[in-house]
């Protein structure tokens, strides 16, 4: 049970410090149950996916060392490279239109205060429920048959568009999709750093007869910056590992216009067995992955210790 | 009058935003009550003939009623266990100095398998719960979610812990209570609210995962909520009413949770970054 931990505070009393030394060793002992299962399901499961992106599968059996054959393949897999190149539009249009409409919408119900409540609890039930029902919702909202997006752009005088059915609508169905649900969560979090914002330098700047854009460019925009990059940063790792509405929605079609990275490893490890050849993928993606979590951890930390301060 | 008029412009936009957020349950809610005909018989906001048919095949022939089941027991197990790993480390963490920097690299790591996109872990998974005998089985998904879901407890528990000054706890450790007994009598009493809070996330991100249960189960024995919605998808022709109705059964526990954790949305879905 003795170990060596250091309680943080000293107590008053010697009868608590005596205590204190008694429970000295026990942090270890809390931690260890957590820990444990920490490895087993994150832990062991990456090392063990790492190994298997050198072996040979076939079939779902592992034939043994494949050596670099599973990254070189995927190198010069083009489907493997449009999934990137789609992956990478699909982030960054997605992320973009989230950020403008979030930042925009959170700007108009910090200042409108009246049923503020409301709005805001509806704003955000888009992204409260599993991105499965989401795609349900949609399948629904588009279907040529069925759906009501069609009638609407009828009654507008459009080309009705059967949204799924093309590859180029596709893809901006689906990335359409991913804004609906996830444009809540940047107003939520940029709604909270503007109220958390200092009131003095705004009021300074209106005093000395700045206008609003000016107001919002040269001091509003500056200061919640640090709420604002962990917003985009936390929602484009988020958006990087994006498959459910996929699946649901376009299973990565039509052709290969809405496959992305998440969707063609599955299909390449549960459709073809070739368990190699994706995680050789999915250690590519992880590494890209961590550079963007250290990236968020770093500013995590950052707009935390300002909001404390 | 300007002032008048942008005032208007803002509620417009915003009643234009809410329509556009709000609309497509709406969508989803009134074809769930619609007959097979009137679903195509063109565009009405409000079902032409109510019926509760699609909700009745929902439970029938589409084992509606297993997945809940199976949503239910998982989600209520896997939840339990990660509370109770996670806040006896997160309290470790919040409460001790510990050797090797632990305390700082513990929350990263737990930060990094929180960030984790599930479709890094399935495969690897698959293959290591097929070799224990555990895939498709209840089981198997209780023992990944309260693994997984213990990285986010340890997380927000940590800093709702570190907010409850240890004087409290200090003082009943001096009437003669052990460090687990001051933690369950005192501390977690203050802790409520976060606690609270943690769990209803845990139960929204558990219940609403799909990638983990779909790999892992395969048939209405194990499969759970998001898994069956799916797989009334799949079918050759798509029974538009019953995977309408799937839709709504999947949202309304999640957004009811949700709503009851509003207060809060920002801190979780921050991982603490803002508050």
């Known amino acids: 049970m003795e170990g060596g931990a250091q309680a943080v505070a000293g107590p008053s009393g010697a009868r608590v410090s005596e205590r204190w030394a008694r429970a000295r060793s026990s942090p270890y002992l809390l931690l260890l149950p957590a820990g444990l299962a920490l490895a087993a399901v994150a832990a062991y499961p990456l090392i063990y996916g790492l190994r298997s992106s050198f072996e040979r599968y076939r079939f779902g059996r592992d034939l043994g060392s494949a050596g670099l054959a599973n990254y070189r393949s995927i190198l010069h897999d083009h489907v493997f490279w449009t999934a990137v190149g789609t992956t990478a539009r699909y982030v960054i249009f997605a992320v973009v239109i989230e950020t403008l409409l979030g930042l925009g919408l959170a700007l108009l119900v910090s200042r409108e205060l009246r049923f503020g409540g409301i709005i805001r609890v509806g704003l955000i039930l888009p992204m409260t429920i599993a991105p499965v029902v989401v795609g349900v919702i949609w399948r629904l909202m588009y279907a040529s048959d069925i759906g009501i997006v069609n009638p609407v752009f009828g009654w507008l005088g459009l080309h009705e568009p059967n949204v799924l059915a093309n590859t180029t609508s596709a893809f901006i169905g689906v990335v359409a999709v991913d804004v609906w649900e996830w444009t809540p969560l940047l107003f939520l979090i940029i709604l909270a750093g503007l109220q958390s914002l200092p009131q003095e330098p705004l009021e300074a700047a209106r005093i000395d007869g700045a206008g609003p854009v000016r107001t919002f460019f040269d001091h509003t925009l500056p200061l919640l910056m640090p709420v604002l990059m962990v917003a985009v940063v936390l929602r484009t790792i988020d958006a990087i590992g994006t498959f459910d509405q996929i699946f649901v929605l376009t299973k990565g079609g039509p052709g290969t216009s809405t496959q992305l990275i998440s969707t063609y490893a599955y299909n390449t490890a549960f459709l073809f067995t070739q368990y190699g050849r994706a995680m050789a993928m999915m250690v590519a993606l992880l590494v890209f992955l961590l550079l963007l979590m250290i990236v968020a951890i770093r500013l995590m930390r950052r707009a935390a210790a300002r909001s404390a301060a | ?275």
């Open chain 2, 1 to 275: 009058m300007t002032r008048r008029r942008s005032t208007i412009a803002v509620w417009v936009v915003l009643g234009l935003a809410l329509l556009v957020a709000i609309f497509p349950f709406w969508w989803m809610l009134v074809t769930s009550f619609k007959r097979p005909v009137d679903i195509f018989a063109g565009v009405s906001l409000w079902p032409q003939h109510l019926t509760f048919d699609n909700y009745s095949r929902l439970f029938g022939p589409y084992h509606m009623g297993s997945f809940l089941r199976n949503s239910v027991l998982v989600v209520t197990v896997a939840v339990a266990v990660s509370l109770v790993l996670g806040t006896l480390a997160a309290y470790a963490l919040a409460r001790f100095r510990l050797r090797l920097g632990l305390n700082e690299h513990a929350l990263v790591a737990a930060l990094l398998v929180r960030m984790l996109p599930p479709i890094l872990l399935v495969i690897p998974l698959y293959i290591v719960l097929s070799k224990w005998g555990l895939l498709n089985t209840r089981l198997g998904l209780i023992v990944i979610y309260s693994g997984l879901n213990t990285s986010f407890v340890i997380w927000m528990m940590q800093s709702f812990l570190e907010e409850i000054p240890r004087d409290i706890e200090e003082a009943a450790m001096v009437d003669g209570d052990s460090r687990l007994t001051a933690l369950r009598r005192v501390v977690l009493p203050l802790a409520a609210p976060g606690l609270a809070a943690t769990a209803i996330f845990s139960v929204i991100t558990t219940y609403n995962d799909f990638l983990i249960a779909l790999t892992l189960t395969s048939t209405p024995d194990a499969q759970t909520v998001p898994v069956g919605v799916s797989t009334l998808i799949g079918k050759i022709q798509i029974e538009w009413g019953p995977m309408a109705a799937a839709g709504v059964i999947g949202a309304l526990p999640i957004v009811l949770f949700a709503l009851a954790v509003q207060r809060h949305f920002v801190r979780g879905l921050t991982l603490g970054a803002v508050k």
